[in-house]
């Protein structure tokens, strides 16, 4: 893939995605595979006119090791470390980006009973934390073809084919045409999913019923309060972000 097309695409995310203001900081989550992407991004962060980049590395097998290894009590303990960290993160509220490219079956046999019980040990702990920067925040998820994902969107192509097909179907989704302006075409698309969510929120619907020829037959109930949501939100602080990106849902909560 083009790095011209690549560095669009980061400045999309940066700019669109997260939309870092100026002074903000902004922390970074991605796996090992990607320092080109990420160096990328990280430059768009900081044109964007951002205080402090600061970019955290996930590697699944070492996510698999540290499970196997660890006591629960070991992996559901709170250091003194972990508290500082989330105070300053409650502090500074970060910008948050995810650039996922995990292989969705690379934490295939990890003891995930283990790691519910860890979590359980650590949730009143962290909650406290998370409420307080509930809503604060902007924050986004972005898709990158990791080669493991790629072979099993892909599995008759080479490895290199299977990537680069990747990129194609998630630049394509994510309105990212070379010579084209991305940010604008992916207001656009925002503009297009409010109007459908409004639409959808004028009917005021109250159930939906499903079914289908295997026998399905479901009815859910909607919150009367519930709205259709879609594309872009809006953060405590009155900065527009984008939580997903690409995305093309209008969603709401059932009852």
């Known amino acids: 893939m083009k790095k011209t097309v690549l560095r ?20 970074i989550f991605a796996e ?14 900081y044109k964007a006119k951002a205080k402090k980049v600061t970019v955290e590395w996930n590697y699944q097998p070492l996510g698999k090791i540290h499970v196997r290894y660890q006591s629960v009590k070991t992996m559901g303990a709170v250091t003194d470390l972990d508290k500082a960290k989330q105070q300053y993160h409650c502090d500074v509220l970060p910008c948050r980006l995810l650039i996922d490219s995990e292989d969705p079956d690379g934490l295939k046999g990890m003891n995930m009973k283990k790691v519910a019980q860890a979590r359980q040990k650590t ?28 072979k099993k969107i892909f599995p008759g192509e080479r ?28 207001e656009n698309h925002n503009a297009d999913l409010k109007k459908r969510c409004d ?35 809006t953060s405590r602080q009155g900065i527009v972000y984008n939580p997903n990106i690409p995305s093309e849902e209008c969603f709401t909560s059932p009852m």
Not at 34 to 40: G, L, R
Not at 162 to 184: M, P
Request: charged fraction near 20%.
């Open 32 to 45: 090992l595979d990607q320092p080109e992407f990420v160096k990328m991004v990280v430059e768009e962060a």
């Open 159 to 186: 490895t290199s084919v299977a990537v680069e097909k990747l990129w194609q179907a998630i630049l394509s989704t994510s309105r990212v045409v070379e010579g084209q302006d991305s940010v604008q075409a992916w």
């Open 123 to 150: 949730y009143p702990i962290m909650k406290g934390y998370i409420d307080r920067r509930e809503g604060k925040q902007q924050w986004t998820i972005a898709a990158v073809p990791g080669k493991a994902w790629a």
């Open 199 to 233: 639409y959808l929120n004028s009917l005021g619907i109250e159930k939906l019923h499903y079914t289908a020829d295997n026998g399905t037959d479901l009815t859910v109930g909607m919150i009367p309060e519930g709205i259709f949501g879609g594309g872009a939100d």
């Open 8 to 27: 669009e695409y980061a400045k999309l995310i940066v700019r669109c995605g997260v939309n870092v203001q100026k002074g903000q900081e902004v922390l």
